[in-house]
């Protein structure tokens, strides 16, 4: 199958990136040997703007685009996160490829208010919407006729390389990366944890205390070092909702310490996450498994297999090529054994 993948690839960065649900998406259509173009709007608009001014490069990005659907001719497109391409330009494009089908995916979180227009305005001209929420939470859009996936955050095994699970020399026994202040509060949590576990662990908390975030390499290196993490989301409580933090961890065999209220003990086996209900409970949970290695490794192993059979981007990426053209699905899919074929609910 011919696929156009639109998504920003981070190419300006020059190597200091950000670990990519887009890129992983199509690592995974690839090794599935479908033939990927990706279309990274962001980069296309600042390539083609005057002086690199991205901004002033939206309407030639638009322009690009069609030439691209035009030449590449492909079967399914998927359009990713951003404002840069309008829908008048996907409309135009499906009434020149009628046989086309054109999705949305969307793993920004629900509790950023834009983010629901977002996925509104795509559901006006998408047939489906892939979103990183819970099933349960996608019911507010059923308003929009669109079909609505959930959709997890895969890991891949040429990114998350190390298992940590099977390491006991680690200089690091908690991390935690960050990089974002909005619609949270969790640094509350953060300087908690560092208030009274500070004297009886090593707590590694890149962007918070004035510390900057790490990127690219020095974000591997920082995960290579670690036996535990803290997975704190801006905002917790959204149904199987979690930033792609979570899959980097446990893909990486670093034991997740994580919110009880997304409800993942529904769809994660037991002993893998750690899940917690309040400070209290995180800061015993972490001493429990700090004085406890061999059972901090156990379960890391369990989380680290459990998402490299399951959630990985091969999986990840034929689910969504089954889904968007309706197709049987063709694995068990863990996380959507409660969806059924057109989007709906069982």
């Known amino acids: 199958m011919r696929v156009l993948h639109i998504a920003y690839q981070q190419l300006r960065r020059y190597g ?34 005057p002086f690199g001014i991205r901004d002033l490069g939206h309407k030639k ?49 629900l509790f950023v208010p834009e983010n629901d227009a977002k996925i509104r305005y795509r559901a006006e001209v998408c047939e489906a919407v892939f979103v990183s929420t819970g099933r349960k939470e996608l019911e507010r859009f059923k308003d929009t006729g669109v079909r609505l996936y959930h959709i997890p955050n895969p890991v891949d095994p040429s990114i998350e390389v190390y298992d940590n699970s099977q390491r006991t020399d680690l200089p690091v026994d908690l991390v935690f990366c960050s990089n974002s202040n909005d619609y949270t509060r969790r640094q ?8 009274r576990l500070g004297n009886e662990l090593v707590f590694k908390a ?47 065999g670093i034991l997740p310490f994580t919110h009880e ?23 015993n949970k972490i001493r429990e498994f700090h004085h406890d290695d061999a059972k901090r490794r156990h379960w890391a192993a369990r989380a680290r297999e459990f998402f490299h059979r399951e959630m990985n981007t091969r999986l990840f990426s034929q689910y969504i090529v089954e889904a968007s053209l309706m197709q049987p699905f063709s694995h068990d899919y863990v996380w959507a054994r409660d969806i059924n074929l057109d989007g709906s609910m069982k």
């Open 16 to 49: 200091k990136t950000r670990v990519s649900w887009a890129q992983k998406l199509s690592y995974g259509l690839i090794k599935n040997d479908h033939y990927v173009l990706d279309f990274s709007d962001r980069d296309i608009a600042a390539f083609e703007a």
């Open 188 to 195: 509350e949590i953060v300087e908690e944890v560092k208030m």
């Open 61 to 109: 990005a638009n322009k690009r685009l069609l030439e691209t659907v035009e030449a590449a001719e492909p079967d399914l497109i998927i359009i990713g996160h951003g404002n840069i391409i309008t829908n008048e330009t996907l409309a135009e494009i499906k009434k020149r490829n009628p046989n086309a089908v054109l999705v949305h995916c969307n793993l920004d979180p």
């Open 206 to 252: 890149h962007g918070s205390f004035g510390t900057p975030p790490v990127w690219g390499r020095d974000y591997d290196k920082a995960l290579s070092q670690s036996r535990m993490a803290l997975n704190l989301n801006r905002q917790e409580g959204d149904y199987w909702y979690s930033s792609e933090r979570m899959a980097q961890l446990a893909g990486n």
């Open 261 to 283: 209220a997304a409800r993942f003990d529904e769809l994660l086996p037991p002993e893998t996450l750690v899940y917690f209900s309040d400070t209290d409970d995180l800061i």
